[in-house]
C-alpha cells in the first residue's frame, strides 16, 4: 500500500512529469543545432520512405508549375511590347512615300528615276483627273474607299478614257485588286510616267491595263504585304491574312498575265523596303508590255 498525499502525489515526493511534458521540456532546453539536425533527419528518414517514382513525379510537377509560370511571364511580356507598337496603314503613309530600297549586296539599289511628285501630294487619298488624250490620271495613296471612288469616276467618264495613268505610292490592296479587274474589265491601257511612281500595291493596278507601260524614268517598286489595319491581329491572325492576301494576289496577276517572278521578288523584300524594278524584269515579268516610252504618250 503506497503512501500518498491528498492531491495524489507520493507522499515525501514530487509529482512525476507528463512524458509529453517532458519531452517538450527537453527540446526548449536542447540547442538550437541540435534541434536543426533532429529536424533535419526526420525529414532525410520521411524521404527516404518514398519510392523513386514518387519523387520523379514530384520534381517533374515542380518543373511543370515552373515553365508555366515563365510561360505565362512571356506571355504578359509580349503582349504588353505589341500593345506599345502602332499599327501601321499603308493607305495613309505617315513616312516617306519613296520607302528606302532594297539591299542586293549590301550596297543599296538606285532608283532607276526621280520622282517629281510632292510627297505631301502622294500621302494624301488618291484623286482622279481627267487629261486631254482620254487620259485619267490617278494620284495618291490608294486609301480604304478608293476602288468605289475609281468606278464611279469610271461610270462617269468611262468614254473618254482610254488609259489610267498612275502616281501612287500604293496602299489598300483590296482596293487595288478591284481598280485593276475594272480596267481589264473596260479594256483601258495603264502607264506609269516620267518622274511618276508606282509602288507596293501600284503596280497590282498597273498590271490590270491591256497595254502596260513604265515610261523612261517611271519609278516602280514592290516589297511584301503587311497588316495595314489599325486593328492589332495576334501573331497566328496576322500570318494567316497575310498568306491569305499573298494567294489572291497570285491568282489575280496569273489572270492578267504578269510572270510569278514579280510577286517573288516583292515576298522577298520586307515591308518597309522597296525593290525597284529595272526596265529588263518589268519586262521579263510582263508587267510592261511592247517597248518602253520615252515620255507619256497615250
Not at 496576322?238 to 504578269?258: C, K, N, P, Y
Request: charge should be negative; include cysteine; glycine fraction near 8%.
Amino acid at each position: 500500500m503506497s503512501l500518498t498525499a491528498d492531491d495524489g502525489t507520493p507522499a515525501g515526493g514530487e509529482r512525476p512529469a507528463r512524458p509529453e511534458r517532458a519531452s517538450v521540456l527537453q527540446d526548449r532546453r536542447r540547442p538550437a543545432g541540435q534541434s536543426f539536425a533532429a529536424t533535419a533527419r526526420r525529414t532525410l528518414r520521411r524521404l527516404a520512405r518514398l519510392d523513386d517514382g514518387q519523387m520523379m513525379r514530384a520534381f517533374f510537377y515542380g518543373l511543370l508549375a515552373t515553365a508555366v509560370v515563365f510561360v505565362l511571364i512571356d506571355w504578359r511580356t509580349i503582349s504588353t511590347q505589341a500593345a506599345l507598337v502602332p499599327a501601321t496603314d499603308p493607305a495613309s503613309p505617315a513616312s516617306e512615300p519613296v520607302l528606302p530600297p532594297a539591299l542586293t549586296t549590301g550596297e543599296p539599289e538606285d532608283a532607276p528615276g526621280e520622282v517629281k511628285t510632292d510627297p505631301d501630294v502622294l500621302r494624301q487619298e488618291i484623286r482622279f483627273e481627267l487629261q486631254p488624250g482620254g487620259v485619267l490620271l490617278a494620284k495618291g495613296a490608294i486609301d480604304p474607299g478608293a476602288a468605289a471612288r475609281f468606278a464611279t469616276e469610271i461610270e462617269a467618264r468611262g468614254e473618254y478614257v482610254k488609259v489610267v495613268s498612275l502616281d501612287s505610292p500604293g496602299g489598300s490592296v483590296g482596293d487595288a485588286l478591284a481598280m485593276s479587274k475594272l480596267i481589264r474589265e473596260r479594256q483601258l491601257n495603264t502607264l506609269v510616267d516620267i518622274g511618276a511612281l508606282c509602288a507596293s500595291s501600284c503596280p497590282i493596278v498597273l498590271s490590270g491595263g491591256v497595254e502596260r507601260t513604265a515610261a523612261e524614268g517611271a519609278v516602280v517598286g514592290v516589297h511584301q504585304v503587311f497588316n495595314g489595319s489599325r486593328e492589332k491581329l495576334s501573331p497566328e491572325m496576322a500570318m494567316s491574312e497575310a498568306q491569305r492576301t499573298t494567294a489572291t494576289v497570285t491568282r489575280h496577276l496569273d489572270a492578267m498575265g504578269i510572270k510569278p517572278g514579280l510577286w517573288q521578288r516583292a515576298m522577298e523584300t520586307a515591308p518597309d523596303r522597296l525593290a525597284y524594278l529595272s526596265v529588263k524584269e518589268m519586262r521579263d515579268f510582263a508587267l510592261t508590255t511592247g517597248a518602253e516610252a520615252a515620255a507619256a504618250a497615250p
